[in-house]
C-alpha cells in the first residue's frame, strides 16, 4: 500500500527556514519522483520542485529557486524540502506527490490526476 506523510510544517518569522519531510511507504524511490507542491487559501495547488527517480535531477518553480531545495534519502526513503528566507507569500498547505519516474507540473498548476499519489499535506505559516 502506497503511502507518503508529510512532516515539519509550523509556523516561521519571515526570513526563517523550515524542512519539511515526506516519508514515503509502499515504494522505491529509485522508480519513483517525488514532487512538492503547495496550495494557498483561494489559489490553485501550484509546483513548487521535484525530485526524479533515475538520475536524481531537481526542478524548482521560479518563486523558491535559490532559496528552496530539495534532496532525498534513498535508504529512509524520504524526500526533503528545505526551505530558507522564507516569505510570507510562501504561506500554504505543502503536498508531496509521486509518480513513475519523471517529474511533471512542476510550473504553475498541477492537478492531482497529475501525480498517482499524494500525502495529506502540511501547513507552513510565515508570520510576524
Known amino acids: 500500500q502506497v503511502e507518503l506523510v508529510e512532516s515539519g510544517g509550523g509556523l516561521v518569522q519571515p526570513g526563517g527556514s523550515l524542512r519539511l519531510s515526506c516519508a514515503a511507504s509502499?515504494?522505491?524511490?529509485?522508480?519513483?519522483?517525488i514532487g512538492w507542491f503547495r496550495q494557498a487559501p483561494g489559489k490553485e495547488r501550484e509546483g513548487v520542485s521535484c525530485i526524479s527517480s533515475s538520475d536524481g535531477s531537481t526542478y524548482y518553480a521560479d518563486s523558491v529557486k535559490g532559496r528552496f531545495t530539495i534532496s532525498r534519502d534513498i535508504a529512509k526513503n524520504t524526500v526533503y524540502l528545505h526551505m530558507n528566507s522564507l516569505k510570507p507569500e510562501d504561506t500554504a498547505v505543502y503536498y508531496c506527490a509521486t509518480r513513475r519516474f519523471a517529474c511533471t507540473a512542476v510550473v504553475g498548476t498541477v492537478h492531482t490526476y497529475d501525480y498517482d499519489y499524494w500525502g495529506q499535506g502540511a501547513q507552513v505559516t510565515v508570520s510576524s
Open positions: 509502499g515504494f522505491t524511490l529509485d522508480y519513483y519522483a
